[in-house]
C-alpha cells in the first residue's frame, strides 16, 4: 500500500515567541521560526519519520518553495507538488506563556483549472489500495466540492481515503456521493458542521455515530489536552496522555492523523490505532516543527496513552434489551 498526501493550501508557519500577546501592544520577539508547513505536507513529514515512504501532491508557490524543497530532500518526500506563479501563504503562530494564537491566511488564489490539474496529477498516480490523506482547507478560487470530485474518482480506483479537513468543504466532502473511510475534526471543526455545540462526551458519541451512518469506517474527534474519541465498526474509546515538554502545539493535529494513516497501514486494530495516533500527536508537542523524535520514543508513548472505552448507543441499547 502506497501514501499519497494532498495539500491544496500549504503554507509557511512562521511561529514568533513573545513573553506576553497584548491585542493593540507592541511587542519585541524572543525568537522566531519558519517551517514549512499545510496539513498534507505535515502529516507526511510525520510520516516519513515514521519510516513509512510518502508522496506529496498539491500546489505550491514558486516564489518561496526552498522551506519546502529542503523538507522533502531531508525527509525523502516524493515531491509532487505542482508550482504555481507566486507565494505559498506564510501563516502566523504567535506564542506566548497563554498558548499560541493561529493567524492563518487564505492562500494564493487559484482557479478550478489548477484545481483539476492536482486532482487529475493524483488520479494518474493513484492505484487499487493507496492510502490517500486529503487535508486542509481550500485556496480562494478552489471550489468547495474540489475534495468530494477528488474522493469519488480515488473512490472509483480503489483507495482508501482520510479527510481532515474543515467548514464548507468537509461539509461538501461529506454530502458526497462515496465518503471518506476516516474523517478527523477537531470538536470545533464538528460542533460548526453539524450546527451545534458538543460540550460532553455522549454528544461527541452521538455526532460520531451521525457521520458513521454515511458510511464513514473510523471517526476520530480531537479534543486538544482532553485527548481524542475513536469510533469505528469495534466501537469507541477515548484515548490521552499527558505531555511532557512542549514545544509547539502547531501540527498536533495533523501529527494525530499520521499516526491513524500509520495504523491503518499496519492494519491496526481500534486501540492500537487510538494508541498510534495519540502518540504521534504528543511526540509531536514536544518537537518544533512538524516532526516526530526517534521511533522507539513514540513507540513507548504509545504504550502509555490511557485507552477508555467508552459506550455506544448501539452496545446501549444491547445491554438494555
Ligand atoms: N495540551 C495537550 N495535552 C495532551 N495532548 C494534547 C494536547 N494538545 C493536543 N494534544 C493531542 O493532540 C491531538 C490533536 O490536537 P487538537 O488540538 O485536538 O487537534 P487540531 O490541531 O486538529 O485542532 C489531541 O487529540 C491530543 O491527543
Ligand atoms: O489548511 P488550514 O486549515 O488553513 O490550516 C493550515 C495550518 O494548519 C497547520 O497544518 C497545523 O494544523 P494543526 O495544528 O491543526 O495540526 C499549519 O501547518 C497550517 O498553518
Redesign the pocket.
Known amino acids: 500500500m502506497r501514501t499519497l498526501t494532498v495539500t491544496f ?1 500549504p ?1 509557511i ?1 512562521q511561529t514568533v515567541t513573545l513573553d506576553r500577546l497584548e491585542p493593540g501592544a507592541v511587542h519585541r520577539a524572543h525568537a522566531v521560526r519558519q517551517n514549512a ?3 498534507g505536507v ?1 502529516v507526511a513529514s510525520c510520516l516519513a519519520d515514521w519510516g513509512v515512504g510518502v508522496s506529496a501532491y498539491g500546489l505550491l508557490g514558486s516564489d518561496n518553495a526552498a522551506p519546502f524543497d529542503a523538507l522533502f530532500a531531508a525527509k525523502g518526500i516524493e515531491d509532487r507538488f505542482i508550482r504555481i506563479a507566486g507565494a505559498t501563504r506564510v ?1 502566523l503562530k504567535l506564542v506566548d506563556p497563554a498558548g499560541t494564537t ?1 493567524i ?1 491566511l487564505d492562500g494564493l488564489a487559484v482557479d478550478a483549472g489548477r484545481a483539476e490539474m492536482v486532482t487529475a496529477t493524483i488520479c494518474d498516480a493513484a492505484r487499487e489500495g493507496d492510502l490517500v490523506v486529503l487535508a ?2 481550500l485556496p480562494p478560487g478552489c471550489p468547495p466540492d474540489t475534495y468530494a470530485t477528488l474522493m469519488e474518482r480515488l473512490h472509483a480506483r480503489g483507495c482508501r481515503l482520510i479527510l481532515d479537513t ?1 467548514g464548507l468543504p468537509l461539509k461538501c466532502a461529506l454530502e458526497a456521493a462515496q465518503p471518506p473511510h476516516v474523517v478527523k475534526p477537531n470538536r470545533d471543526e464538528l460542533a460548526q458542521l453539524l450546527g451545534r455545540d458538543l460540550p460532553d462526551l455522549p454528544d461527541l458519541v452521538a455526532a460520531a455515530g451521525t457521520l458513521r451512518s454515511s458510511g464513514i469506517e473510523l471517526v476520530v474527534i480531537s479534543m486538544g489536552e482532553e485527548g481524542a474519541l475513536f469510533v469505528s465498526g469495534e466501537g469507541a474509546l477515548t484515548a490521552r496522555l499527558a505531555i511532557g515538554e512542549l514545544a509547539s ?7 494525530m492523523v499520521a499516526g491513524i494513516a500509520a495504523a491503518l497501514l499496519e492494519q491496526a486494530p481500534l486501540e492500537r490505532t487510538a494508541r498510534l495516533a495519540t502518540a504521534f500527536a504528543v511526540a509531536k508537542l514536544g518537537m518544533a516543527g ?1 516532526n516526530l523524535p526517534a521511533l522507539a520514543s513514540v513507540a513507548a508513548l504509545a504504550d502509555e496513552v490511557s485507552v477508555t472505552p467508552v459506550p455506544t448507543a448501539a452496545q446501549k441499547t444491547a445491554g438494555e434489551a
Not at 502545539?249 to 501529527?255: E, F
Open positions: 493550501n503554507a508557519d508547513g499545510g496539513k505535515n501563516n493561529d492563518n486542509g482547507s474543515s502545539t502547531v501540527g498536533a493535529g495533523d501529527a512538524p
